[in-house]
């Protein structure tokens, strides 16, 4: 366990189905029903792969989630 565990969070209102995210972090986002990504383990991946998702997003749906940590 590293004590710096970072968590996502995906905006499901903003997110356009591009599924980057999943491709990245396939252990983390998971593509859903509705077209949407969602962080199902929001916590399971580094964190300088869950800061490329971040980044790579091109609408900028996902952001760090302290809560879930
Ligand atoms: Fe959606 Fe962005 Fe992922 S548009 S599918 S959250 S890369």
């Known amino acids: 366990m590293t004590p710096d565990k970072k968590c ?6 903003t997110c356009i189905g591009c599924t980057l995210c999943t491709q ?14 969602k ?6 991946d580094t964190s300088e792969k869950l800061e490329q998702a971040i ?3 091109p609408v900028d749906a996902i952001s760090w989630d302290d809560k879930a940590a």
């Open 24 to 37: 990245i972090c396939p252990n983390v986002f998971e593509m859903q029903n509705d077209g949407k990504s």
């Open 39 to 44: 962080a199902v383990n929001a916590c399971n």
């Open 8 to 13: 996502v969070k995906v905006d499901s209102n």
């Open 55 to 57: 980044e790579a997003c």
